[in-house]
């Protein structure tokens, strides 16, 4: 991957005209000006060029990549004009000073299949999110994905640094461990899924992708399982045991105020002496919270 | 692939070290890349090492990891990569890729989930999910004649408990192709294999007084094939695709025996049993449309049909209980089986540079099909024999969710857009309280993006949410299940929702950044008499990060969040208690949690040394705090507010648990090519948690219990690694 397909240093090509429906046409080089190739690019901008080696844009046998098309110039715009002056900078496609909307124009102009499909309109874009805001082509720090930092839990961080503080709690899934990661179940690019959520076309699908197991259906429901996991479990993480968004069994006293011991104040008297608090609080008893198959499972015990 | 602390690994990974500054100016354009990351670790640990490992292998010994490898053949990119080799958490992944055209990889992924190594039973199995007693043990219990002396038996017995590892592990096999065509044609297949094996805590009762904690077995497999056909030509993206995914468990019942009793009588069996998680299948198919439109203009047409389906393993008999007459079943099998539907539609469009548009259209049905099971007697704890009159039913739950959506965005000025939108959001829902809930949801937006000196963004939302259906009908429907009438199940109930939230990030100098957050809410359940009657949030962030050179740099962050709720009931016994308003209380519930991250590197020191050093503290307090009588400002109109006469409370102690993280890394750069490194980190975890430490988890023989003495306890440990880096 030496880049060899890239244009040759002082054969000038004419920039093609830009296809007027092609979002890419708002972050348009100066007109007027031709391509000039990498080599005289790379004359100054040999910082630039270390993480453009490294990275899948390089692959000129791949045809969508810009090193099979026009190298630098592929994103940036023919650099004649800056090469003949290189104090005119703006005549080049600079990514830190153009809209998030020319930003993401310009990278969807190949990145237009799979889930990048789903960009325009996404919950990210439609806040004026770009590529750039996640990824770096030159300097990126992560072993996958060319993101701005080390880890995708840094990178959504930046933004959503509630969530990424769960994950340190006591009840965690494994993304501080590394078996995980915020992709794991979301994807950031847009979905047909709610909440950005990677499979299926539910919360409780995208959940039982993996805990099967919940999967049922059941012979007796609990139905706020299934309408979504979410009304009792933080997927992102919590202090509580099993990721319970409170500890039981205020969590199922919630919904559940009947008689007895549903009603029952548990307060310090009985929390040593009671096994509807200890341990396992209610779900000591009531095993099959998330839907039981035996025949006598009507309230999830058996 | 490490996150929020990163191992020592990812930093000689990705942090360009100074053995990899020196192989870089050697080597620019090398084809074959990689590292190998090898050495030995210890670890000392005071407390419960099994959350400290939790789902890693931190055990003490000579190490493999890090392991990448990078090269070119005949155009080809092969990758290949190996963490922690040997133990129990290992990984192994590789792909091979001819760029443009087709790539193929597959991983073997270990994730082990260590619950604790201090549980301790005296249940002993032999066959997959029986669970014994030794008799003699139920004999010396089922021989007192009294709770005080079988409770004695019991503490005699536990003096024998053997000590288990309550662990499960998943193996995961994943694998996949993708076929790149000249004709924008992507053909993508993957295949995933689980096996999960292990055993998880379980509770299993005899009655309200004796129950007991198990060990129920996990074997579970779980089966994914997802393929999909996608063909991209000009404006036009099409894609189909059939996902299936079978779910198998090994050991669907589990049966323990009582410890109370070795033999089976007409009002308690000397075993219980239960059912566990049954096999099933999801399968489904789905396609897409998306047409680029001219004007910046998008439309996107999305539908998926699924069908779920149990098993079909035979439904366990309502009893074990020899004693016990044989009741009849409705019928052999679950025959549980649904549908699924969903269809998305969604218009975006960016006519000029002053105006977005966004429009979706949303909806998702699960039709759950499996027919009632009618039950006219059923066996409780496997105790007794009772009829149910009137008859019960199932309720196989079933809901229909449309969702539609509309956002218009002004740009005015390049940096400021401001937004408005609409949610209509329509649930239709089976056997719950509320068949029907309509919600409208009007949200403003205004953002500033600067490029990359100055970013905000802010979001107000207001929702209202309403279910449908005579009030009268409701109150007779929970009172007949022994409820309040009004009682709301909080997350279908009628609700107002207020939240807003603010972004924002300043980078004044190329080596300086700032990022602040805040965000606040309140559901208020407004018709919630009973159940949870509101909640709030408040959760503030902010962060500093500066790195005046490409070698030093580090940053601090801190983030607070502060969640109330309050919830209602009555402790009340069938009859007059039922509809006493002077039994009223409430649970006014605070969680509040703060979290600290820091880091600093300092890279290539002298060109030879690298030192990173990470930490994080998380601080949370959890407290529930009873009010007996009227709930001052959160009262109904409609409800009668009269003094208590319940007893006053004895509040509940605070939540507390506190998790710190440090990490030390220097690596030194012998030449280019090899480093050496070490790392040192400590963890420490404290908790103080009323139903889960060692003081409310005091013994394994409490009152009516037999448990396995799973307790949130605290540790301390240190891991020290040395390690030698080779790089390709």
Same mark, same amino acid.
């Given at each position: ?19 007027s ?6 972050a ?8 000039v ?10 910082a ?23 190298? %630098?110039e592929?994103?940036?715009?023919a ?17 830190k ?41 030159h ?12 880890t ?6 930046? %933004? ?33 899924n709610v909440r ?5 076309d ?26 979504? %996991?979410?009304? %009792? ?14 500890k ?10 009947g ?30 919270v ?13 | ?8 690994v ?26 190998i ?28 990891e ?5 090269t ?22 590789g792909?091979a ?92 297949s ?24 198990t060990m129920?077995? !996990? ?41 109370w ?22 399968m489904?198919v ?57 269809i ?31 039950i ?33 965005? $002004?740009t005015? !000025? ?11 959001n ?43 259906g ?28 207020n939240?807003i ?8 100098l ?17 018709e ?21 050179t ?10 607070l ?16 208690q ?30 030879? $040394? ?11 307090r ?9 709930v ?59 139903t ?14 037999l ?7 605290p ?14």
């Open positions: 991957r030496a880049g060899s397909a890239a244009p040759v240093a002082g054969v000038e090509k004419p920039a093609p005209r830009q296809n429906s092609q979002p890419i046409a708002a348009s080089s100066a007109a007027g000006a031709a391509y190739g990498n080599a005289a690019c790379l004359g100054c901008h040999d630039q060029n270390k993480g453009y080696a490294d990275h899948p844009h390089h692959q000129a046998s791949d045809p969508r990549t810009p090193a099979a098309k026009q190298g %630098c592929t994103c940036h715009g650099g004649s004009k800056h090469a003949d002056n290189p104090e005119e900078v703006h005549v080049l496609n600079n990514f000073t153009m809209t998030p909307s020319q930003v993401s124009a310009t990278c969807t102009e190949c990145h237009n299949r799979g889930e990048h499909a789903l960009w325009q309109g996404s919950a990210h874009e439609k806040r004026d999110l770009s590529c750039i805001s996640c990824h770096s082509v300097s990126a720090k992560s072993e996958s994905g060319n993101l701005k930092e080390k995708q839990t840094q990178v959504c961080a930046q %933004c959503h640094r509630d969530k990424a503080a769960k994950l340190d709690r006591s009840g965690h899934m494994p993304l501080r461990e590394g078996k995980m990661e915020c992709s794991t179940c979301h994807t950031p690019h847009g979905s047909t950005n959520l990677r499979k299926g539910s919360i409780a699908e995208m959940c039982t992708s993996c805990h099967a197991d919940k999967r049922g259906p059941f012979l007796w429901e609990h139905a706020p399982s299934r309408d979504g %996991c979410v009304t %009792c479990h933080d997927p992102h993480g919590s202090s509580n045991e099993r990721m319970l968004v409170t039981t069994p205020m969590l199922c006293q919630r919904c559940h105020v008689t007895r011991h549903p009603s029952t104040i548990y307060d310090q008297a009985l929390i040593n002496t009671s096994v509807r608090v200890y341990a396992r609080s209610c779900v000591t008893c009531h095993t099959n998330h839907g039981s198959n035996h025949p006598s499972g009507q309230f999830f015990v058996r | 692939q490490a996150t929020s602390a990163p191992a020592p990812a930093q000689t990974q990705a942090a360009k070290p100074a053995a990899a500054a020196a192989a870089d100016e050697s080597a620019p354009w090398p084809t074959t890349t990689g590292t990351n090898f050495g030995s670790r210890t670890t000392s640990i005071s407390g419960d090492g099994a959350r400290y490992e939790r789902y890693r292998d931190m055990s003490d010994g000579l190490f493999v890090g392991f990448r490898f990078a070119e053949r005949r155009g080809w990119v092969f990758d290949t990569l190996a963490d922690h080799v040997g133990r129990r958490d290992q990984r192994y992944s792909s890729v001819l760029p443009g055209r087709f790539k193929v990889w597959g991983q073997w992924d270990q994730i082990p989930m260590l619950m604790s190594r201090t549980t301790q039973t005296l249940f002993t199995s032999t066959t997959p999910g029986v669970l014994q007693l030794d008799d003699a043990v139920q004999a010396s219990v089922q021989a007192q004649a009294t709770a005080a002396g079988q409770g004695v038996a019991l503490a005699n017995a536990v003096t024998n408990a053997r000590q288990v590892e309550l662990s499960s592990r998943r193996h995961i096999f994943e694998g996949g192709a993708q076929y790149i065509g000249h004709t924008g044609l992507t053909l993508t993957s295949v995933r294999h689980v096996n999960r094996d292990g055993q998880i805590p379980f509770g299993g009762s005899f009655g309200h007084s004796n129950v007991v904690e129920a077995p !996990v074997k579970h497999q779980l089966s994914d094939i997802d393929t999909s056909a996608e063909y991209a030509q000009g404006n036009l993206l099409v894609r189909g695709g059939y996902d299936g995914s079978w779910f198998h468990n090994d050991v669907t019942s589990l049966t323990f025996d009582n410890p009793r070795l033999t089976d009588i007409g009002s308690a069996g000397s075993r219980g049993r239960t059912s566990l998680p049954p096999s099933n299948s999801f489904s789905n396609g897409m449309l998306s047409y680029r439109l001219p004007h910046r203009s998008r439309a996107t047409l999305y539908g998926s049909l699924g069908s779920l389906r149990d098993a079909g393993d035979p439904l366990l008999p309502f009893t074990v209980n020899t004693a016990l007459p044989v009741v009849p079943l409705d019928r052999a099998t679950t025959d549980g089986h649904a549908s699924t539907s969903s998305n539609a969604s218009f975006s469009s960016r006519p000029t540079k002053m105006v977005d548009v966004d429009v979706r259209f949303r909806t998702y049905d699960y039709n759950n099909r499996t027919p009632e099971f009618r006219v007697q059923r066996v409780g704890y496997d105790n007794a024999v009772s009829v149910v009159s009137p008859a019960g039913e199932t309720e196989p739950f079933g809901l229909t969710r449309s969702t539609f959506d509309a956002d218009v965005r $002004l005015p !000025v390049r940096i400021v857009s401001a937004g408005i939108g609409f949610t209509r329509v649930e239709d829902r089976t056997h719950r309280i509320f068949e029907q809930t309509r919600e409208n949801v009007v949200r403003v937006t205004a953002d500033s993006v600067t490029g990359r000196w100055f970013t905000m963004r802010t979001k107000f939302e207001h929702g209202e949410r309403r279910g449908e005579s009030v009268s009908e409701i109150a007779a429907e929970l009172s007949a299940i022994g409820e309040q009438p009004g009682m709301r199940h909080f997350d279908i109930a009628s609700r107002n929702r939240r939230t603010v972004t924002a990030a300043a980078t004044p190329n080596v300086l950044s700032f990022d602040v957050s805040a965000a606040a809410g309140k559901d208020d359940f407004i919630s008499e009973f159940g949870l009657r509101d909640n709030q949030h408040r959760v503030y962030g902010a962060g500093v990060e500066l790195s005046p490409d070698e030093i740099g580090g940053g601090v962050s801190y983030s969040e502060r969640y109330t709720a309050l919830s209602r009931s009555r402790q009340a016994n069938p009859g007059v039922f509809t006493d308003p002077s039994r009223n209380w409430a649970t006014d519930s605070l969680d509040r949690s703060g979290s600290w991250t820091g880091h600093a590197e300092w890279l290539q020191i002298k060109r030879k $040394l690298d030192v990173n050093l990470f930490g994080d503290l998380s601080r949370s959890g407290l529930y705090r009873y009010i007996t009588g009227p001052v400002d959160r009262t109904l109109p409609e409800e009668a507010v009269v003094p208590t006469t319940l007893p006053q409370p004895t509040q509940l102690p605070l939540v507390r648990s506190e998790l710190s993280r440090v990490n030390l890394d220097v690596v030194y750069a012998l030449t280019a090519r090899w480093g050496l490194g070490t790392s040192f980190g400590v963890e420490r975890y404290r908790v103080s948690d009323f889960l430490d060692s003081q409310a988890i005091s013994r394994v023989d409490l009152p009516g219990a448990l396995l003495g799973y307790q949130y306890l540790y301390t440990a240190k891991t020290f690694w040395v390690r030698a880096i080779y790089r390709y």
